[in-house]
C-alpha cells in the first residue's frame, strides 16, 4: 500500500505482404491465388484468428519477430495469486503463517529457475510503534554475463527491433487539477538525463499485507498481484529472454520488499521499513550507482485502472509503455477495451517503497494506479474484485518493456537507439 497522493487525484520485424518473388508479375501472382494458394491463404487466416479469439498469442513472439508463441498468461498468474492469498495475511514481523509461506514460496520459485537466479535476503530488525520487529527483503538478481557460456549463446538474437507506431507527442492533461503540466513528448525528452553507464534494472513490489484488527485484510491488489506479475517474469524470462550481447547484458533484480504497510499512521518513520533499509544497504555497497531504472508495481489488479508518468527522468520508458501498449492493441493481443497507460505526465506524488531510492536519485517508473482502487485498504481487497484481463494485459505490457529493455540495453552504446 502506498499512501495517499499528497495532491488529490483525478479520477518484430515488418512483415512483408507482397508474396510476389523476384520478376514476379501481378498477373502470375493473380494466377496463383486463383488456384491452390487461395486454399493456403484461407486456412492461414482460420489458424491466426483461431489463436488471436484465444488469447494465446503471446508479446515475446508477436513483437520480437521471433515467431508466435502460444502463452496464458491468466493462467499462470491466477494460480500464483490464489495460492498465496490462501496463505492469509501476511503482517510483517508477525511471523504468521501467511508471512512465513509467502516468503517461502517467493524464495522458492526463484531458486528453482534452473538455477540462473540469485536469491539473497536482506533481513534486519528495526523499532516500529508495535515495538521492535523482523524484516526480510527478498532479492532475485539474474545476471546474464555470468551464465554459462553455452546457455548465453542461446539468449542470442540478430533480430532488428520492431517498429513502432507513430502518434500525436502532445501529452494530453490529466484534468483540471492543480499540478499537472501539459508539455510535449520531444520537450520532456530534451528535459531528460543523459543516458548513463549503468548496468541494473530493479522491478519490485511488496509482498505484506496491512494490519486490521476488525477484519482479516489479505490485499489482493496490496500487493499479490504485483508480486505473481514479477514471479511470472522471472520464469518467463527464464524461458524466453533474448539480447544483443549477453556479455553486455543488464543485471535484473527482482525486489519482494517486507514492511511496506504502517502499522499505526503511514509517516516517514512508520512505514516503508525494508524499502528504507535496502536503498541505504545499496548506497553504502555502491549497488545504486549501476541502477538504471527502478520500477515499481502496486495495487494493480482492478478493472479501469489508469497509469500515468509522475516523474520526468523516466518518462521515456513510461513512454514506451504507452507506445507498447498501442502495438499490442493493434495486433488484437489484448483483451480489455481501454487504455492502460496514459501518456500524461503529473506531478502528483504518492509515497511508497521507491521513495528512498528517487531520493537517492534513482530514476523510478511508479506502476500504481490513480486514483486508488475503491477497495484499497478494505476488507473488499480479496480475489473477488480482480480483473483478470486487465491483469493479463499489464503482464503481456510489463513483459514486452522487459523483453525490448535487455536486447537494447545490451547493445553496444553507439548502436542503441530508442523506440520512442
Partial sequence: MPSRPLRPAPRGRRVDTSHNTRGATSANAGKWFQGGGKVLVLLYVIAVLCLLASGCVH???MLSGAGVQTYDAIAGLKHTIDEILSFGPRVAGSESEGHIRTRELIHQ????LQGWWNVEW????????????????IIGTLSISKLPDHIKAKLTTPEEFPQQMSGDDRILAVGGEAGISEKTVTEI????LPQSSADVIILAAHYDSKLFTDF???GAIDSVVSCALLLELAANLTANLKVSHPDRAPDIKLVFFDGEEAYKTWSESDSIYGARHLAKVWEDSGVLDRVDLFVLLDLIGTKGSQFYSFFQNSYKHHMKFVKLEKALRVRKGLRTEYTLFNAAFTQHRVSDDHTPFHNRGVPVLHIVPIPFPSVWHTRHDTADHLHYDSINDIAEVLYAFVEQYMIENSQPQALRHSFI
Fill in 59 to 61: 508479446l515475446f513472439g
Fill in 109 to 112: 520459485r526463484l531458486a528453482g
Fill in 122 to 137: 536482506d533481513s534486519f530488525t528495526d523499532m516500529t510503534p508495535v515495538g521492535p520487529r523482523t524484516f526480510h527483503n
Fill in 189 to 192: 525528452l530534451q528535459d531528460d
Fill in 216 to 218: 482479516e485484510f489479505v
